[in-house]
């Protein structure tokens, strides 16, 4: 069964510092990738996806991720964190026959220290 | 655009009644609708999927007689939590897709709804 690990429960950053969150995932077919963030007591608001062709893409609010088949990877990056970034990031991966369906990863609370 | 609601935000109910909770595509209409369920802290867990005129598809685990999903029409599908108890409690979110294929997957979620069975 396919399976979706992000490694870090929870990061810390300063404000305007960098940041990456991981996100790997576990079956062999083309992957289709999500990135969502969620605030406290809210729904899922979608970062940005990836389904074929440019491994690097664009997402909402300066987020970008990078789909690296050979690692499984579709890692989330900020070059420049805001305060109001602070959220928990869910990683989500849909495969080819799966029915439109997404398994999510467990999820990664950002702490953004002023 | 593909904004989802949901209605209740918030609902308590006794243990032995029953809630509905709704779910709307409001500027598109959706192949696919999707509930899930969050526990506190952690992260989203796939009760069943449905479409518009079909019954829906559970995940394994889920009962389908304590949670009943009706999809009754393109922009609409409710989730009914059936003899509520205590264990029912958590968040529940609904996500809707506006196409098929492999743009299916990507889904759009609604604010969620709090259910706390006392």
């Known amino acids: 069964a396919q399976s979706v690990t992000q490694p870090d429960i929870h990061i810390t950053v300063s404000e305007g510092a960098s940041l990456e969150l991981r996100c790997n995932y576990s079956?062999?077919?083309?992957?289709?990738l999500f990135w969502y963030v969620q605030s406290p007591g809210q729904g899922l608001q979608l970062l940005l996806k990836?389904?074929?062709?440019?491994?690097l893409v664009q997402g909402i609010k300066g987020f970008e991720a990078e789909f690296k088949r050979s690692q499984s990877s579709f890692n989330l990056r900020k070059p420049s964190v805001h305060w109001s970034d602070a959220a928990e990031y869910f990683c989500?991966?849909?495969?080819?026959?799966?029915?439109?369906?997404?398994?999510f990863g467990t999820g990664t609370q950002l702490k953004v220290e002023l | 655009g593909a904004v989802v609601s949901q209605h209740p935000s918030w609902v308590i109910c006794k243990s032995g009644t029953s809630v509905k909770i709704e779910c709307r595509s409001l500027?598109?209409?959706?192949?696919?609708m999707f509930w899930y369920r969050q526990f506190p802290k952690q992260s989203l867990m796939l009760m069943a999927t449905?479409?518009?005129?079909?019954?829906?598809?559970?995940e394994q685990g889920v009962e389908k007689d304590k949670f009943l999903i009706n999809h009754a029409s393109l922009t609409l599908s409710t989730l009914t939590v059936t003899s509520a108890h205590p264990e029912d409690s958590s968040f529940y979110i609904c996500?809707?897709?506006?196409?098929?294929?492999?743009?299916?997957?990507?889904?759009?979620f609604g604010p969620g709804t709090r259910l706390t069975v006392t």
């Open positions: 990836y389904f074929s062709g440019d491994t």
């Open positions: 989500a991966v849909g495969f080819t026959g799966g029915g439109n369906k997404l398994t």
């Open positions: 500027d598109f209409q959706a192949t696919t």
């Open positions: 449905s479409n518009e005129g079909s019954k829906a598809t559970y």
């Open positions: 079956y062999g077919a083309t992957p289709y």
């Open positions: 996500s809707a897709a506006q196409t098929s294929g492999r743009r299916g997957y990507e889904q759009y």
